[in-house]
């Protein structure tokens, strides 16, 4: 029984040890420490389900709508409200005019509204939604075979992230919401002053 528990010590040592040393060479990214206190409480009504914390951006490619490949590095420089949603999701169908008042709102003030369709979303239907929903403000970006919504750690959909200026994730919500709200814009505004 002794050899056993010398054995699990000595393997969690050299687990941590070794954690230690990969990120001491830079192998983990560095994840900003930051105080979202004075943002959690501007959140009210169903943006009460956005959670902060710095977490990690993403070099996944994706296809713009115009058919050429895109990364979220293109966005830096500006914080983004990042929705992932498909064709047969019907909370998207709910969400997304809030988000495309939000892009009218917020045009040119260093914040971007970026909406991909993650999945199999063939265009004429992305078309279609967008239209039944009186959005056209908003991109058809794709991400067909979800290897950016993996990346970014979405299950389920919709899932709103927002990204600072350095294309790292502060928030997200799992959900809808109502991202044309006076708490959203609030929060977002607050952002955008720091």
């Not at 943002?39 to 914390?53: N, S, T, V």
């Not at 709910?94 to 509204?113: A, C, D, T, W």
């Not at 794709?142 to 899932?159: E, F, H």
């Amino acid at each position: 029984m002794k050899k056993v528990l010398i054995f699990a010590a000595a393997t969690v040592i050299g687990i941590g040890g070794g954690l230690y040393f990969a990120l001491d060479e830079g192998e983990s990214p560095t994840v900003i420490q930051r105080d979202f206190t004075a943002l959690e409480e501007l959140r009210a009504g169903d943006i009460m389900k956005l959670q902060f914390g710095a977490d990690r951006g993403s070099d996944v490619v994706f296809t713009h709508e115009d058919g050429s490949n895109l990364t979220l590095a293109t966005f830096e420089g500006s914080y983004v409200v990042l929705n992932f949603w498909a064709t047969w999701c019907a909370p998207c169908r709910k969400e997304i005019p809030h988000l495309s008042e939000l892009q009218n709102e917020f045009r040119g003030e260093g914040l971007k509204v970026v909406t991909i369709a993650t999945g199999t979303n063939q265009r004429p239907a992305m078309e279609r939604f967008f239209e039944d929903i009186g959005v056209d403000n908003l991109p058809l970006h794709t991400d067909a075979n979800s290897a950016l919504a993996r990346d970014m750690g979405v299950i389920g959909l919709p899932v709103t992230l927002i990204i600072n200026p350095q294309g790292q994730e502060i928030a997200r919500l799992i959900g809808d919401a109502n991202w044309a709200s006076d708490s959203a814009k609030s929060i977002l505004t607050a952002l955008m002053a720091e």
